[in-house]
Every structure is written in structure tokens, then in C-alpha cells.
């Protein structure tokens, strides 16, 4: 089974579901479909390897033991590649320091067999808010980054102190500019960041990437 195109998912995000058990996996995509949560069913995690796990909202339920590539040693490789999709671990045989490890890699939560329905459509729902609001704030620090490089280099040394939480008359004295020209960079700095205040500027720094400011600064420096 596939999992649908982005646009349908893009509201609710997408459930991928990874059990070894065909009965299992039914019941739960039963479950799921009651819910109105898209979802796709898988027999083993190298069944995933083909699939973009980052290109939505999304979480995955996943069986910890599985044939060939477990589903511990598959959260290792999501880990290695920088994936940070939600993981509901579920088992029939789990014990505590298999659980500590899978939850301080980041499982979202950690379930055993029999499963409650309710546990899990909860569980799931978490996940999924998780998700979204980690994909909300990486959007906008892509947007917050390709904006940066509207910046010129006086623009960004403005930006740099204004995040140091310098006033506009201490920005002046460490570029040796006027008052009145640093309020001209902050403003139109603000203009081509599309922030109006300062409280929205600072919300706006904290998602940015201070290395790709680092960055943009260096390659605009003479």
C-alpha cells in the first residue's frame, strides 16, 4: 500500500504502520480508518527505505521486534539520517531498558500488545501534533534562511548585534554609525524578513539557523 499524495495529507498528517502480523495490521489500520487518519501498512521496515518519512506530518508505529531490520535498529538509522519522524513503539515482549533506549533516541511512546484502541488513537494523535509543529518551525526556518540572503552585509552586522540585544544607540557605536542609519538597516531588514516588531523579530531569530547567519555574513564580507 502506498501512502497518498502530500496535498491530501498535508491538514492531518500521515500514520505509517509496521507490523510483521497481517491480522494486526488490519485491525490497527481499521482503527486508524475509524479515526478518519490516513495510514499506510507495512510488513517490514525495509519496506519503508523507498518512502520520503520527512515529507509530511507524519508518525510511524512500529512492531520492536521485526523480522530482518528490527524495529529498534531502524529507529538507529532514522536517527543517523537526521529523521526525526515520531515513532510509537508497540510489543509484545518489551522490557525496561529496550523501552529507555528507544525513548531516549526520541520514541514518542512506547506501547505493549494487547494494545487499548484508545491508547493508541491518542498516542497517535500526540505524535502527529508533534510532527506538525516540528515541520511548521523547520518551514519557516527554511523561509527565515533563504530570506537572510536578501540581506546586505551592513544589514546582516545589525541583525547580528539586534540578536545580541543591543539597543539601536549601542549598534551605533559598534559600527560607528549614526543612530538614524541604524534604524534605517533594522528597518528595512525587518521589511525583507516580513516582521514588524520587535517581539516578531526575536520569535523570528530563534528559529533561524545562527550558523547560516554566520554564513550569509561571510559570504557577503568584502
Known sequence: MHPPRLSTVVETGHVYLVDDDPDFRAAVMDLLESAELSCSAFGRT????T???????????????????????????????????????????????????????????????????????????????????????????????????TLTARELEVLQLVNDGLLNKQIAFELHITEATVKLHRGNLMRKLGVRSAASLGTLMRKLDLDALREARQRLAP
Open 46 to 49: 525495509e519496506d519503508l527505505l
Open 51 to 149: 518512502l520520503d518519512l520527512d515529507a509530511s506530518p507524519a508518525c510511524l508505529i512500529l512492531d520492536l521486534q521485526l523480522p530482518g531490520v528490527s524495529g529498534i535498529e531502524f529507529q538507529q538509522q532514522l536517527v543517523a539520517l537526521d529523521n526525526q519522524i515520531p515513532i510509537i513503539f508497540i510489543t509484545a515482549f518489551g522490557d525496561v531498558e529496550t523501552c529507555a533506549r528507544a525513548m531516549k533516541r526520541g520514541a514518542s511512546e512506547f506501547l505493549t500488545k494487547p494494545l487499548s484502541g484508545d491508547r493508541l488513537l491518542a498516542a497517535v494523535h500526540e505524535a502527529l501534533a508533534q510532527d506538525r509543529s516540528r515541520t511548521e518551525h523547520r518551514q519557516a526556518s527554511r523561509a527565515a534562511a533563504l530570506a537572510l540572503r
